[in-house]
């Protein structure tokens, strides 16, 4: 048995220690972070107050000056010319988000039914119990329904974050129109059932709408 150098440290059986020392701040050394942030939800509308960008009911139109460095290189004269460059871009966003479907190859599959049933139990807002309680439907892990995008600060310096699916018009989940074929002669529910993914009480809720798919 040997030490480590520290008082009440001990290495054993040849296995190292790693030590960590926290500086605990006193309640007086504490301050407000000016950088905070705080979010705002889905209800707000988002406008850009710029020359760049142009509002119509029917489009969100903008202007984007893309900058960069294009170098020229002379190996003779070892010598690198570096060339500023600028390209403007300009985009065009129709604001009425169009209806779109989905076709899925393969729909009576694990992927295909499990994505069926999830979207329907979105749509519908449909709950089920577990050991753990009332279980509510969720786009949790969706990139666009449950994450947020810094957008800038505000006067008192705090970041701004917004919904993702509020930059700009965006299809919502739930407005999918779902289609599909598959080699196998089953039903949706069947296929659910097969899946073993969902909760039993979550399959026998989904079967009215499953089942005629």
């Given at each position: 048995?040997?030490?480590?150098?520290?008082?009440?440290?001990?290495k054993?059986?040849?296995k190292?220690?790693?030590i960590?020392?926290?500086?605990?701040l006193?309640?007086?050394?504490?301050?407000?972070n000016?950088?905070?942030h705080?979010?705002?939800?889905?209800?707000?509308?988002?406008?850009v107050d710029?020359n760049?960008?142009?509002?119509s009911n029917?489009?969100i139109?903008s202007?984007?000056?893309?900058e960069?460095n294009?170098?020229?290189v002379d190996?003779r004269?070892?010598?690198?010319?570096i060339v500023?460059?600028?390209?403007?871009y300009n985009?065009?966003?129709q604001?009425?988000v169009?209806?779109t479907g989905?076709?899925l190859?393969?729909?009576?599959?694990?992927?295909?039914?499990?994505?069926?049933g999830a979207?329907?139990?979105?749509?519908?807002?449909?709950?089920?119990?577990?050991?753990?309680?009332?279980?509510?439907?969720?786009?949790?892990?969706s990139?666009t329904?449950?994450?947020t995008?810094?957008?800038?600060?505000?006067?008192?310096?705090?970041?701004?974050?917004?919904?993702f699916?509020?930059?700009l018009?965006?299809?919502?989940?739930?407005?999918?129109?779902i289609?599909?074929?598959?080699?196998n002669?089953?039903?949706l529910?069947?296929?659910?059932?097969?899946?073993?993914?969902?909760?039993?009480?979550?399959?026998?809720?989904?079967?009215?709408?499953?089942?005629e798919?």
């Amino acid at each position: 048995m040997a030490t480590n150098g520290h008082n009440g440290l001990v290495k054993q059986n040849s296995k190292s220690t790693a030590i960590v020392e926290v500086n605990s701040l006193r309640e007086d050394n504490q301050h407000v972070n000016p950088a905070d942030h705080y979010g705002v939800t889905s209800d707000y509308s988002i406008h850009v107050d710029s020359n760049n960008t142009i509002y119509s009911n029917e489009y969100i139109e903008s202007k984007y000056m893309y900058e960069m460095n294009h170098c020229e290189v002379d190996h003779r004269a070892q010598r690198v010319e570096i060339v500023p460059r600028k390209y403007q871009y300009n985009f065009r966003t129709q604001r009425q988000v169009q209806r779109t479907g989905v076709m899925l190859v393969g729909w009576a599959g694990n992927n295909g039914s499990t994505f069926t049933g999830a979207t329907i139990a979105n749509r519908e807002k449909i709950t089920w119990m577990r050991k753990e309680g009332e279980q509510f439907p969720n786009y949790y892990g969706s990139l666009t329904q449950s994450t947020t995008i810094r957008i800038g600060s505000d006067n008192e310096g705090k970041e701004v974050h917004i919904p993702f699916n509020t930059i700009l018009p965006m299809l919502h989940p739930n407005d999918i129109v779902i289609g599909g074929w598959d080699i196998n002669s089953a039903n949706l529910y069947e296929a659910m059932k097969r899946a073993y993914v969902f909760d039993y009480e979550l399959q026998e809720k989904l079967k009215p709408k499953m089942a005629e798919l």
